[in-house]
C-alpha cells in the first residue's frame, strides 16, 4: 500500500501509460475491426477502473482485501467499538450544526487526520498480513470518508 513515487520506471504516471498504451489501439480510433475496437474500449474500461481503485487507500485497501475474500459489508461494523461509534455520532451532529466555512473546514482537517493515520496502521496491518485488523481500521476509513463527503457537500453546495 505504498505510495508509488512520481517520475522515472515504475511512477504512477508510467504505470498508467504502460496500461493505457496495452489497451489502446496503436493506430487511429477509425482502424481495426468492430471486434478489436469493443476489446479496446473494454480494455480502457478495465484500466480506468483499475486506476480509481488503486487511487483511494481506501478503495485500495477493500480490493485487497476482497483479494482474501474479505468483505466489508455496508451497514455492519465491522468489529469497531462503541466508543468509536459514539465518536462519528458526534462528529455527525456537530457537522450538522456547524454553518460557518471555517467551523466546517476544521472538522474536515481534524477527519483527514484520522483517514491518514488509519492508512498507516491499514498499511501495517496488510505488513503484517493481520487481515482482522486491516479490515477493522478500513472500516473506520469508510466512516471517516462518508464524513468527508458531507464536509464536501457543506462547502460545496
Do not use: W
Not at 483511494?56 to 480490493?63: A, K, M, Q, V
Not at 476482497?66 to 451532529?93: A, K, R
Not at 482482522?132 to 463527503?149: Q, R
Request: charge should be negative; charged fraction near 25%.
Amino acid at each position: 500500500m505504498a505510495a508509488v513515487s512520481s517520475g522515472g520506471p515504475g511512477s504512477e504516471a508510467s504505470i498508467t501509460y504502460i496500461l493505457s498504451y496495452c489497451a489502446e489501439p496503436q493506430e487511429s480510433p477509425r482502424s481495426g475491426t468492430m471486434r478489436e475496437r469493443d476489446i479496446s474500449e473494454k480494455q480502457s474500461s478495465l484500466v480506468n477502473k483499475a486506476y480509481n481503485t488503486l487511487l483511494s487507500p481506501l478503495t485500495r485497501g477493500i480490493y485487497l482485501l476482497s483479494l482474501h475474500g474479505i468483505v466489508i459489508t455496508e451497514g455492519t461494523e465491522g468489529g469497531v467499538d462503541t466508543p468509536f461509534l459514539f465518536e462519528i455520532l458526534e462528529i455527525n451532529e456537530r457537522l450538522n450544526d456547524l454553518h460557518t466555512e471555517a467551523e466546517i473546514e476544521e472538522i474536515g482537517t481534524f477527519v483527514q487526520d484520522k483517514c491518514q493515520s488509519l492508512t498507516e496502521d491499514v498499511k501495517k496491518a496488510f505488513e503484517k498480513d493481520d487481515l482482522d485488523g486491516a479490515k477493522m481500521f478500513l472500516t473506520k476509513m469508510k466512516y471517516y470518508s462518508n464524513i468527508l463527503d458531507q464536509v464536501k457537500k457543506k462547502i460545496l453546495p
